[in-house]
């Protein structure tokens, strides 16, 4: 009986060295885009997309085509170097005279409301 209780311990243990041998441990697939992988991904080309401006819009960021960050980074900029910015409430923008005429009559918009405002006026 020994001898068969012996056995049967052997065979298990072998058995748990085996799987344990012939299984190779998961790695986590690694998470890249195509920008990280240098393979010339061009990030999200719909961004990058030139886009023309209406003459309203030109005189705040220029009349060449322009992507729509570059358009909203030149807006800020022009906000920013004119004080336009609320003093109380930061996340409103108050209009002169040219970004009156750009956001579409109002004296002040929300700075959320602001890339809906943009699209109005680019093509």
């Given amino acids: 009986m020994a ?5 049967t311990a052997t065979k298990t243990q072998e058995k748990a060295e085996n799987t344990t041998a012939t299984k190779a441990p998961k790695k986590a ?3 890249t885009s195509k920008a990280n992988k240098g393979g010339g991904g061009t990030g999200n080309a719909g ?3 030139p886009l023309t401006v209406d003459s309203d819009l ?5 009349k060449e ?14 906000i920013k170097a004119n004080d336009l910015q609320d003093k109380d409430n930061k996340r409103m923008i108050n209009a ?8 579409d009559g109002k004296d002040q918009i929300s700075m959320f409301e ?10």
């Fill in 3 to 7: 001898k068969a209780a012996k056995k």
């Fill in 29 to 31: 697939a690694a998470k």
């Fill in 47 to 49: 961004l990058m997309k």
């Fill in 58 to 62: 030109a005189k705040v960021v220029g």
């Fill in 65 to 78: 085509p322009l992507p729509r960050t570059q358009i909203i980074k030149k807006i800020w900029d022009y």
């Fill in 96 to 103: 002169d005279e040219t970004l009156k005429v750009v956001f």
């Fill in 114 to 123: 602001l890339a809906k405002v943009i699209n109005n006026h680019i093509k």
